[in-house]
T-cell receptor
Framework: GAVVSQHPSRVICKSGTSVKIECRSLDFQATTMFWYRQFPKQSLMLMAT?????????EQGVEKDKFLINHASLTLSTLTVTSAHPEDSSFYIC????????????FGQGTRLTVV | AQTVTQSQPEMSVQEAETVTLSCTYD???????LFWYKQPPSRQMILVIR????KQQNATENRFSVNFQKAAKSFSLKISDSQLGDAAMYFC?????????????WGAGTKLIIKP
């Protein structure tokens, strides 16, 4: 099946620094990528939807300037957490919807971000 | 707006027995998809089973089956012959057929514990 590769799987950064998370679709072209945040023992919270070649659509309450999303190609979408703070520590997951009529969505492995 | 409700934060079952996880949803659409996803401790999201709303027949995948009651807007997951590897968070999700973004609406999740 289709694969979405997400890196890094874990990252620790200092407060005030920026962290970039990458999601690559390895064997298909992803015109859309969903970025989720997941708090412990909770469900996936949609942060934004990125579309190749256009600006991302952010959900209400998500700071656009803090969570920069770029979808420059059909196989790569990135989420950059800028000026990270400890409250940004969380699990971030990317997901590409199915293509070619399939109903399935494909998920990256997730990134555990810890800001110290 | 569509909503998905999982009213069981946690369920436990003895190994080899059967367990049913509940999910209800609210929508005014007649055409949509429903999914059950599993998130094991690795946190990789795994599709367990899907159901197209236009199909009356309940979906089955080996030990996993659903009870889809469209009029009641209910979509429960039955796991037969529970195995230790079934221990995970289980999320129910909904997607409109006509949503060109393929966005999933998620339930809060149910933590499934398997007792050896």
């Amino acid at each position: 099946g289709a694969v979405v590769s997400q890196h890094p799987s874990r990252v620790i950064c200092k407060s005030g620094t920026s962290v970039k998370i990458e999601c690559r679709s390895l064997d298909f072209q992803a015109t859309t990528m969903f970025w989720y945040r997941q708090f412990p023992k909770q469900s996936l919270m949609l942060m934004a939807t990125s579309n190749e070649g256009s600006k991302a659509t952010y959900e209400q309450g998500v700071e656009k300037d803090k969570f920069l999303i770029n979808h420059a190609s059909l196989t790569l979408s990135t989420l950059t957490v800028t000026s990270a703070h400890p409250e940004d520590s969380s699990f971030y997951i990317c997901s590409a919807p199915a293509t070619g009529g399939s109903t399935e969505a494909f998920f990256g492995q997730g990134t555990r971000l810890t800001v110290v | 707006a569509q909503t998905v409700t999982q009213s069981q934060p946690e369920m436990s079952v003895q190994e080899a027995e059967t367990v049913t996880l509940s999910c209800t949803y609210d929508t005014s659409e007649s055409d949509y998809y429903l999914f059950w996803y599993k998130q094991p401790p690795s946190r990789q999201m795994i599709l367990v089973i899907r159901q197209e709303a236009y199909k009356q027949q309940n979906a089955t995948e080996n030990r996993f089956s659903v009870n889809f009651q469209k009029a009641a807007k209910s979509f429960s997951l039955k796991i037969s012959d529970s195995q230790l590897g079934d221990a995970a968070m289980y999320f129910c999700a909904y997607r409109e057929t006509m949503d060109s973004n393929y966005q999933l609406i998620w339930g809060a999740g149910t933590k499934l514990i398997i007792k050896p």
